[in-house]
Antibody, heavy 122, light 107 residues
């Protein structure tokens, strides 16, 4: 069965950095695009970033563009999110999600991890 | 960005009821719409893709319809396990956007 396990969430001060990781198993990782979707406490879902199977296609929400960097290591079946210049409004549960497709451009999320909590506060 | 608007925000219903949720897109998105179910403390679960294609393992009491800008999710006969929050998501174009959710409560 597909498993996505996020890690790296923590309490950090505004302006600091954090790197999230997601380990994937149960499917051929390099056959699919992957994404990060976040959910602020008590709020709805927000797509953050996505990356195609071969890392050629990458997209970001405007709210994180220039501050966050998504990457993947297909040899390690892992997805990453480097988060710089963190703000209070980045506080959320960050989900690693699997795309139904290989490339970006029309993505929906057929498997989700349980999330890792990022809290940005002084 | 394409805005997704769900209505109602909250819906109270009873076991056995037929319920319908609505999701409207600010632009035409053809049938590029997915529905998710989220229970408290859990990750969202994909129910429907391409507006009306039921995912494997999802009970047949769930159905989706619509195209263009207006979409619906219907549960034909509510079961206790169905009380949750439901989100729509468009995947017609970047950035992929979600509706704000409809919370289905027990009456």
């Amino acid at each position: 069965e597909v498993q996505l396990v996020e890690s790296g969430g923590d309490l950090v001060q505004p302006g600091r950095s954090l790197r999230l990781s997601c380990g994937a198993s149960g499917f051929t990782f390099d056959d699919y695009a992957m994404h990060w979707v976040r959910q602020a406490p008590g709020k709805g879902l927000e797509w953050v970033s996505g990356i195609s199977w071969n890392s050629v296609g990458i997209g970001y929400a405007d709210s994180v563009k220039g501050r966050f960097t998504i990457s993947r290591d297909n040899a390690k079946n892992s997805l990453y999110l480097q988060m710089n210049s963190l703000r209070a409004e980045d506080t959320a549960l960050y989900y690693c999600t699997k795309d139904f497709f290989k490339t970006l451009g029309g993505s929906y999320f057929d498997w989700w991890g349980q999330g890792t909590l990022v809290t940005v506060s002084s | 960005d394409i805005q997704m608007t769900q209505s109602p925000s909250t819906l109270s219903a009873s076991v056995g009821d037929r319920v319908t949720f609505t999701c409207r897109a600010s632009q035409i998105i053809s049938s590029w719409l997915a529905w998710y179910q989220q229970k408290p403390g859990k990750a969202p679960k994909l129910l429907i893709s391409k507006a009306s294609s039921l995912e494997s393992g999802v009970p047949s009491r769930f159905s989706g319809s619509g195209s263009g800008t207006e979409f619906t999710l219907t549960i034909s006969s509510l079961q206790p396990d169905d009380f949750a929050t439901y989100y729509c998501q468009q995947y017609n174009s970047f950035p992929f956007t979600f509706g704000q959710g409809t919370k289905l409560e027990i009456k």
